[in-house]
């Protein structure tokens, strides 16, 4: 059986408050797996309405057979984690079983988990994405026997806290020149 390449997943956890939904998610992600950037693993959505009501919607790009072959290898993984091979193979069983009966991703229990702890008026998204796009580049780097030393998303409210630091931290040294008396000039 010829080995399964799967692009680098991501886990990504959103959290809306006071959501104004107009299908613009919706068709961001659409575009993004037309274009065939990203394949949607699992996609789990959960909504509370200001009177504490839950619903919520769950989503996939995987056929039936895919799911199961996804399932079995994250089974696998949970059970090699759990009990070593043994618990690899039960694994394998468990999420292939798990997957045929479509619950495959989040169980009802963790969508419940979720909605009690999203306040009311309040929404939670769950994506599993895959980046198609880097698949050749994932198996370069195994190929050079690369590693994942570390990963991270850069927003950019994250790069304008780090320009706000390096700012304050200039205009601190800047200050700290101001202050330092003047030298005598050379006799």
Known sequence: MAEVVYGPM????????????????????GSAME????????LRFVYKDADGNVSGMEATQLDDME?????????????FGAGGAEGAQTGAEVGTM??????FGMTEEDVKRIADDIPNDTAAAVFLIEHLWAKD?????????GF?????????????????ALREAVE???TQEQKKPMAAPAR
């Open 148 to 164: 994942l030393i570390a990963q991270g998303m850069v927003t950019t409210e994250a790069l304008v806290e780090a320009g706000a």
């Open 10 to 29: 991501q886990l990504l956890v959103i959290g809306f408050e006071n959501p104004d939904f107009h299908g613009q998610i919706r068709q961001a992600l």
């Open 172 to 174: 601190a040294v800047d």
């Open 35 to 42: 274009k065939g950037v990203v394949r949607l693993i699992d």
């Open 98 to 103: 798990a997957a045929a009966q479509q619950t």
């Open 137 to 145: 580049l994932k198996q370069a780097l195994r190929d050079a026997n």
């Open 67 to 79: 799911r199961e072959r996804f399932g079995a290898v994250v089974g696998a993984l949970i059970g």
